[in-house]
């Protein structure tokens, strides 16, 4: 069994010239809020079609950035809660370690989940180095802070006792007490992405979903220490459902529309990472370990990935093509990427919730739309009758 | 509360070693014979054989430790600010019963040194404060401190050094152990100063309390923060002087040595205690 929830970062690509970095810096001049509001309607519209076709929801939120216009995500969330009928609403995520006040997000979430009765996805994320420049939230202590949100939001949402006292390392509250409660009891499911094997254990000790976003073949290192860790805590297997997977998809009715769309939806790794590079990497975020390895190698090592067959490509500059052998893109004719997607969930460990980023870059609404119906007609059946083959897989160590 | 106590007490000399205080265990040197000099080095660390060092040797006992957090010395979660750092030095100087100290800081160092000196001079004797950060001059749109951690390498130079080439490096050609340094500083750095970035909002408020002479040093092209934030600074502090380093950026210990512990002996050996009193003035009026 697998879910298919479709993506997009909203973003605002008519400023997308030249070489200009995208996050942090761009003048929010080069913003027409005209075309901004056309561009969310559609993306709005491209959702709603979502829920039409069985597909499920997927939403993120980036900040002063281009690339995503989706700054504050509890607003598409909430819209969709009423708007929608029956989609799962994934939201992935909430970046807690960047946020000041966790009492808020519960309140929001509850809310959510309530207004969609029940069809809520709580997703968390340490988030990208570019948002901390601008929350100007320390990102020395980033991860604490996370986890102390979190432990904070959890028991924010599974109370329904006397309201209770909170004075932690980071937040403070005397009289915790969410109205309305959550939906689903004792809340909604959580999810936590990651890209290395210690949050993997962590994440795996709660029994969370774990999500692994465009690290194609390094997933398996995670997806390996996730299983590990419930090993060690007495369970056998974990379900698919515990592992979620994040690539860009482009579906075309013969191979050569599909490249085309594929061409238009490569722009978003292309522009994602165009940003000053001090904010790619402020101090703390990384550890000293990794920094070190930088600073030996250079800051070339970030947005590598490793092919299949052991080339390493950028996700920044390779081509369509690259990006399919990396596990980062999925493109061709609905019986090709349902193949594409099988092998490599079955690569790297095996997904139940793949997170299909069916708009990016350039992709009109038309081709957008054409694209998500023919794999919701066409794929997505299949997937849903999908079981975990493992086989030969390439070595690549999870970073 | 059991008083700090240093373990490892270490033995004068040219040789690193650490030294642990209050259960931290602090990386640190001592040079020379004489007056003790605290050495606060700025927020890129200090190579403890630079040149400024062996000057104030002449004249003084050097004595550089690594703060908290920087180079190999340790720190724990629970210190996050400059005024839990400013507490650890005093109970370093209590540790090691060091007496009338002259305190130098640079940068970062002077922040720290203020933060101390606000707390209590029992065991100092003189401030030397180096292109310091630490207090907020301009109005709330008005970024008074340069963000280095904006600032490309060369971007950083450009603005820091009199001679951008001084602060150019070679990455490939450091140990691990070095560029480990390199990213622990910068690490260290931002857990204290990234926000409110590289100031206290309490500190300006409280350099009336700093009772013992006090020299303010600073280089005349630093562009991080300028002369102008300096003399502000300077304002401050009762009965503080202010002198300009030609030639010299923002870290003129690096770029004048010279010059910079020429400034710092004399300095010293020109104004005794006798100089201020040392209960505050506005504690005086009160009792007069």
Redesign the interface.
């Known amino acids: 069994m697998m879910r298919v929830y479709h993506m997009t970062e909203q973003s605002y690509s008519p400023a997308w010239k030249g070489d200009q970095h995208l996050r942090v810096s761009l003048p929010n001049n080069a913003c027409d809020p005209q075309t901004a509001a056309d561009l969310f309607h559609r993306y709005y519209d491209e959702w709603l079609l979502a829920d039409d076709l069985g597909l499920d929801i997927m939403i993120n939120e980036h900040h002063a950035t281009a690339t995503c216009m989706s700054s504050v995500a509890v607003v598409p969330l909430a819209i969709l809660a009423r708007q929608t009928k029956r989609a799962r609403l994934l939201v992935l995520g909430y970046p807690l370690g960047n946020r000041i006040d966790p009492l808020r997000i519960a309140e929001e979430l509850a809310t959510v989940d309530v207004i969609s009765r029940g069809r809520l996805e709580m997703g968390f994320v340490k988030g990208v180095p570019y948002e901390l420049?601008v929350s100007?939230?320390?990102?020395?202590?980033l991860m604490?802070r996370f986890w102390e949100s979190h432990d904070f939001i959890i028991k924010a949402l599974s109370s329904h006792g006397e309201p209770f006292n909170w004075e932690g390392e980071f937040f403070h509250y005397r009289h915790v007490n969410v109205w309305p409660r959550a939906y689903q009891d004792p809340h909604p499911p959580v999810w936590i992405t990651t890209a290395s094997k210690n949050n993997a254990k962590q994440i795996a000790a709660r029994g969370y979903v774990m999500a692994t976003m465009g690290t194609g073949y390094a997933s398996k290192g995670t997806y390996d220490a996730y299983k590990q860790q419930r090993r060690e805590m007495g369970e056998v297997e974990p379900g698919l459902d515990r592992f979620a997977y994040l690539g860009l998809v482009a579906v075309g009715s013969n191979e050569a529309e599909a490249r085309r769309r594929g061409e238009f939806i490569a722009e978003y790794p292309r522009s994602s990472s165009r940003v000053?590079?001090?904010?790619a990497n402020?101090?703390?975020f990384l550890s000293?370990d990794d920094?070190?390895r930088l600073?030996?190698a250079g800051s070339g090592r970030l947005g590598r990935l490793v092919t299949k067959d052991g080339r390493v490509i950028s996700s920044s500059k390779g081509s369509v093509q690259d990006l399919m052998d990396a596990g980062m893109m999925f493109c061709g004719t609905p019986d090709q990427v349902y193949q594409q997607i099988v092998d490599f969930s079955n690569a790297i460990g095996g997904f139940g919730h793949f997170l299909a980023m069916m708009q990016a870059g350039f992709l009109s609404h038309e081709e957008t739309v054409d694209s998500m119906t023919l794999f919701a007609k066409e794929v997505l059946p299949r997937l849903q009758n999908y079981h975990y083959t493992p086989h030969e897989a390439p070595a690549v160590a999870a970073e | 509360m059991e008083p700090p106590t240093a373990s490892n007490p270490p033995i004068q000399g040219e040789a690193a070693r650490s030294l642990s205080i209050a259960g931290l265990k602090v990386e640190l040197i001592r040079k020379g014979v004489g007056r003790p000099i605290l050495f606060l080095h700025p927020e890129s660390g200090i190579d403890l054989t630079a040149p400024v060092l062996d000057l104030l040797a002449e004249n003084a006992e050097v004595i550089v430790p690594m703060h908290p957090g920087f180079g190999s010395s340790e720190i724990p979660s629970s210190m996050s600010t400059i005024d839990d750092v400013a507490y650890f030095y005093l109970d370093f100087l209590e540790a090691l019963d060091l007496r009338d100290v002259i305190i130098v800081g640079v940068s970062l160092g002077a922040w720290i040194a203020a933060e101390m000196a606000i707390k209590s001079t029992n065991r100092l004797s003189h401030l030397v404060l180096a292109n310091a950060v630490g207090i907020k001059v301009g109005d709330r749109e008005t970024r008074d401190i340069a963000d280095i951690f904006a600032l490309t390498e060369q971007q950083f130079s450009k603005l820091a050094f009199h001679d951008p080439a001084t602060g150019e490096r070679d990455l490939a050609s450091l140990s691990d152990d070095a560029l480990r340094n390199i990213a622990r500083n910068r690490e260290a750095s931002a857990r204290f100063g990234w926000n409110p970035y590289m100031h206290d909002p309490k500190l300006r408020g409280r350099l009336h309390r700093i009772d013992i002479p006090t020299l303010f040093l600073w280089g005349e092209s630093d562009q991080i923060v300028k002369p102008e934030y300096g003399r502000t600074f300077c304002s401050g502090v009762p009965g503080a002087r202010f002198e300009l380093i030609e030639k010299a950026g923002h870290f003129p210990h690096l770029e004048q040595p010279d010059i910079f512990a020429g400034r710092v002996i004399s300095f010293i050996n020109e104004s005794g205690q006798s100089q201020l009193s040392r209960r505050s003035p506005i504690l005086s009026q009160e009792l007069a």
Not at chain 1, 136 to 141: E, G, K, S, T, Y
Not at chain 1, 276 to 279: G, L, Y
């Open positions: 420049p100007n939230l320390n990102p020395v202590q604490d000053h590079a001090p904010f402020p101090p703390g000293v920094n070190v600073l030996k």
